[in-house]
């Protein structure tokens, strides 16, 4: 597995960011609304709007470079993080990251075949659609920041070749807590590639991670309980003598975990509060509704805007 830990400085707020009017939730890019969402009551699921396409994050993946990648898939995660560092567009903003490999087992557990295990994990519906967040053992949904493209694009055709030969790019995935899936940031046409060919695309899963000023603080903390353990392991040994273990190989366990869950260990997302809140949210739902989609009006009508 690779993982890669991303510190971001110098970017307060990222382009492609989460805003949040209590239930009611806007993703934008530059300032121009994406997707519009609201989170139902009882915390059941989201349900969404798509009223744009982003802009693409990075640039189109050449076959020459799959096959230049193919017997080292993990400079993939290299690539993908410098791009992703350099585009102001993205979702990036001051903390620290964490860009982690994913193989096909890690979630399709129950070995099911691909194209079946992967087309139920892709959120249907376009524009609008719903994030059900009880119809997996966890939150393993796919939500497209556009809709897939047909399995006979040209795009995909290019693609299926590279998953038959097993050198596909990987799917570009951000972990959103406020919508409790992954977004698709980048290959939505490589997993319509992968459905089409039955194969497990390769993965790489982008979230926040422990910040570095709290992961000092838990070092700190950790090795401290360390030599605690160690001191009345030894404490004990003096008691009862040398049957008693000396600790070190299970204090050194649980300190080896937490370190490891402080380098890595998942965070939630972050979402900035809506200017004038629910008000704003209402107003842009009516701006895009009378401008540019009319079919806006009667998925907002259900939610008073």
Not at 65 to 94: K, Q, S
Not at 167 to 185: A, N
Not at 273 to 293: A, F, K, Q
Request: hydrophobic share 40%; proline share 9%.
């Amino acid at each position: 597995m690779t993982e890669l830990i991303l510190d971001v400085r110098d970017r307060p707020r990222p382009g492609l960011c989460l805003w949040t009017a209590q239930s009611r939730l806007v993703l934008t890019q530059g300032g121009d609304p994406l997707l519009l969402a609201v989170v139902e009551r009882g915390d059941l699921g989201v349900d969404f709007y798509r009223t744009a396409s982003p802009l693409p994050l990075l640039p189109p993946l050449r076959a020459a470079d799959a096959e230049a990648y193919a017997d080292r898939p993990e400079r993939w995660a290299h690539r993908f993080a410098d791009l992703l560092t350099a585009d102001p567009d993205g979702p990036l903003h001051d903390g620290r990251w964490v860009l982690t490999s994913a193989t096909g087992p890690q979630w399709n557990r129950h070995g099911r075949n691909p194209a079946a295990f992967w087309s139920e994990l892709v959120v249907d519906g376009h524009p609008d659609g719903y994030v059900d967040w009880f119809v997996h053992d966890g939150s393993w949904e796919l939500l497209p920041l556009r809709p897939l493209p047909e399995p006979d694009d040209a795009r995909v055709k290019a693609y299926r070749k590279q998953a038959r030969a097993g050198v596909l790019p990987p799917l570009l995935l951000w972990w959103v807590s406020g919508l409790d899936c992954y977004v698709v940031l980048d290959g939505h046409a490589r997993l319509t590639a992968a459905l089409a060919e039955d194969v497990e695309p390769p993965v790489l899963v982008l979230r926040r991670t422990v910040p570095h000023d709290e992961r000092e603080r838990g070092e700190a903390e950790a090795a401290a309980r360390y030599e605690a353990e160690l001191a009345r392991y030894s404490a004990l040994m003096a008691r009862h003598g040398p049957a008693v273990p000396d600790g070190a190989e299970i204090a050194g366990g649980v300190l080896a975990r937490r370190l490891e869950e402080l380098r890595t260990g998942n965070r939630p997302s972050w979402a900035w509060p809506l200017p004038g809140g629910e008000r704003t949210w209402h107003r842009i739902v009516r701006d895009l509704s009378t401008s540019t989609d009319t079919g806006l009006r009667s998925w907002a009508a259900q939610w008073g805007a």
